[in-house]
């Protein structure tokens, strides 16, 4: 498994305009480089000088070609360096036969730009991995940009081949929808017993209001297609609410800040994201203080990592069902279902019985960094 421009986003490691702004990186599959380098093996790297963490990809991609490389060489230098992964990196040179090689590729960048500029490179493996995180932003040309690679393969935290968002965009799809787990971090633990948490639901996540986003045409698709300004519209709800539910306790925040703001402070609001206060919650401690949960899943399919993390710390899950679809949870055995909705929500509060949290933490032990990783691995092998 070869790792395609890693250092331009910050789903693995954080990358160097978080660096320097001093933005928390999620991190959501970081154990593909922490579990690689614990097991002493070199993490492979490709870096093919058409992205930039930096420059937007509407500017960088019309750079003289000796420039875009120089650039891409200093970022990921910068990469390194912020990451402490100095020595436990192989860099790959797109020159070599990649025949029998596969490589990954998060789709939030690398299917767009100027994806003319590396239709030549992913055509060189046996296989491209295209993450569907993020899938949502500039749908419509990633679709067409993806179609043209007959050796392209879509993979995702779920299986979400029959979500009516995926199914508009993506018709032409035929080939196997590869789940690509999580891994839960080994803090989420479970502290106290359920019957000694408060008997209540605790609500966390972030949510985007679309209508504030730039540049607004990679956010058309979505507002047109499913008639939401964000993707998380239940956690939106909640936190629109939150004052008239006496079973919720809400940690929802918007993304940004929502003050009112002329269109420069809202370019410079670009780079900011509201996650500060989100991120100083002591969020193990706040699962164990509740006996329910809910993270909200994406209208486009994708489960939240917080669910399965909540689920660690014994919190019984409320989610939608079809988002959970190829991750092992099971609707009323690992959790309860609603279909997205508040009113659903609760609903499903009244109804519910608790699920067996013996199969609970049957699930979690499969979602180990080490486990997930062999997983990951595995599942990139049937592709060779």
Known sequence: ???????????????????????KALKKYGFLISEAI??????KVLVDSTISAFIPESVF??????????????????????NELEGHVEHITPDRDFSNEVLLAFSYKAATG???????????????VF???????????????????????????ADITQNAYFRRFFPWYQRPFLVLPFAVGSRFIAKKTWETRLPKVIATGTFHDLKEEIPRHKYEDFIKATGSDTYHPLRKEIFEQAGQLDNIDSRISPYRPTEKRSPVQRFIAHFWVGQKSYFAIDIVDLYNGYQYAVVGEELSGFPALGAFEALACGCTLLGEQQAYVGTGLLPDVHFIPHNGTLASLQEALKASHRPDPTAVQAILQTMTSSKVFERWKATFQTLT
């Open 114 to 128: 100027p994806f003319h500029l590396r239709t030549e490179l992913f055509r060189k493996f046996k296989a491209v």
């Open 61 to 82: 991609g019309k750079l003289p070609s000796r420039l875009r490389q120089f650039i891409a060489q200093q970022e990921l230098k910068s990469w390194l360096r912020l």
């Open 38 to 43: 614990a097991r002493g093996e070199k993490v």
């Open 131 to 157: 993450h569907a995180s993020h899938y949502f932003v500039s749908t419509n040309q990633k679709s067409r940009n993806l179609a043209t690679l007959e050796n392209a393969f879509l993979g995702g935290d």
């Open 1 to 23: 498994m070869i790792l395609y421009n890693p250092h331009v986003d910050d789903f693995m490691a954080t990358p160097p305009h978080f660096g320097m702004l001093r933005r």
